[in-house]
Antibody, heavy 114, light 110 residues
Framework: QVQLVESGGGLVKSGGSLRLSCAAS????????MSWIRQAPGKGLEWVSY????????YYADSVKGRFTISRDNAKNSLYLQLNSLRVDDTAVYYC???????WGQGTLVTVSS | QSALTQPPSVSGSPGQSVTISCTGT?????????VTWYQQTPGTAPKLMIH???NRPSGVPDRFSGSKSGNTASLTISGLQAEDEADYYC??????????FGTGTRVTVL
């Protein structure tokens, strides 16, 4: 069955960095645009970024542009999100999903402390 | 990019119909038939309910339907059931080749 499993979340200080990973299985990963979406505690969903099938094109929300970098490795069926210059308001559960929304992971929590 | 506007909450009795609106601009909802609706229950990942404004994935009950008029998309739940109690979010593709989510709506079954 389809699985997306995120990892790499944790507690980091403001200004720090983290790298999130998302391991995909059960579908043809290389055929799908992939996204990262986040949800701050008790808040709504916020689209963060997506990447095309080949990995050649990426788009970002204004709130993370210049600080976050999305990438993928189709040979490893994996999606990544590099988070730099983290701020307290980046605290959220980060979900990876297919860009069409049909597949979602369970999320990984990123907590940024001051 | 501002979030799409949804009512904070809607409610209805079992068997009734409820409609959730999702208002954007001509730069997102108004220009693209790429509106998606998600259902989220506490502690779980969102679930796709409607894509491409009106299309229901297999496994989603046919009491869920989507529509769009101008800059506003809508999700209607007909024959409301207790299991439909959840948060619902819309999403749209935008003219900047990005996506934007709605503010979210809590559906309560009375």
């Amino acid at each position: 069955q389809v699985q997306l499993v995120e990892s790499g979340g944790g507690l980091v200080k403001s200004g720090g960095s983290l790298r999130l990973s998302c391991a995909a299985s059960g579908f043809t990963f290389s055929d799908h645009y992939m996204s990262w979406i986040r949800q701050a505690p008790g808040k709504g969903l916020e689209w963060v970024s997506y990447i095309t099938t080949s990995g050649s094109t990426m788009y970002y929300a204004d709130s993370v542009k210049g600080r976050f970098t999305i990438s993928r490795d189709n040979a490893k069926n994996s999606l990544y999100l590099q988070l730099n210059s983290l701020r307290v308001d980046d605290t959220a559960v980060y979900y990876c999903s297919s860009a069409g929304g049909e597949y979602w992971g369970q999320g990984t929590l990123v907590t940024v402390s001051s | 990019q501002s979030a799409l506007t949804q009512p904070p909450s809607v409610s209805g009795s079992p068997g009734q119909s409820v409609t959730i609106s999702c208002t954007g601009t001509r730069n997102d909802v108004g220009s693209y038939n790429r509106v998606t609706w998600y259902q989220q229950t506490p502690g779980t990942a969102p679930k796709l309910m409607i894509h491409g404004v009106t299309n229901r994935p297999s496994g989603v009950p046919d009491r869920f339907s989507g529509s769009k008029s101008g800059n506003t998309a809508s999700l209607t739940i007909s024959g409301l059931q207790a299991e439909d109690e959840a948060d619902y979010y819309c999403s749209s593709y935008t003219s900047r080749s990005t996506y934007v989510f709605g503010t979210g709506t809590r559906v309560t079954v009375l």
